[in-house]
């Protein structure tokens, strides 16, 4: 149930933002709100993360399904008192299908979220698998040390 809940929530928070984003913002548009340290930047993304892979779209959408895939037959095997990587799972498949959904309606990703400390845009659905994955990674190095 964790995941499921996870998920819908990620979702909804990326698919507000991103509208709001569009409604408010023209492309390109930026508007500083810590100046010199955070604006709101509305831009389209045809690559990943960082820019790589600029208009692989049909790569991004494979990768998308397959990690979905994934997720959702790793879920079945967790024992029920893994909440807290349930909990990461969500955050990554609900970020992956806020992406994927961009993807699949304009072939590029809504991204807003630009802090001046380096020169990378993102969005939430990118926040959510960036620390849901950090998190699931401590989680599983954690019980792998338990165990040995």
Not at 93 to 116: C, E, M, P, S, Y
């Amino acid at each position: 149930m964790y995941i499921w809940v996870t998920v819908f929530v990620v979702l909804a928070l990326d698919r507000l933002s991103k509208m709001i984003i569009q409604a408010n913002l023209d492309l390109g548009q930026s508007i500083p709100v810590i100046p010199g340290f955070f604006d709101l930047t509305y831009i389209l993304n045809s690559g990943a993360a960082f820019g790589m892979l600029q208009g692989k779209t049909g790569f991004f959408i494979l990768t998308s399904l397959l990690v979905l895939g994934g997720i959702f037959f790793f879920q079945h095997r967790l024992p029920k008192e893994e909440k807290l990587m349930r909990i990461c799972l969500g955050m990554i498949a609900g970020g992956a299908i806020g992406n994927l959904t961009d993807r699949l309606l304009t072939g590029k990703v809504i991204d807003f979220l630009d802090f001046k400390i380096w020169s990378y845009i993102f969005n939430v659905a990118d926040s959510m698998i960036v620390v849901g994955g950090l998190i699931l990674v401590y989680l599983i190095y954690r019980s792998e040390k338990e165990e040995a």
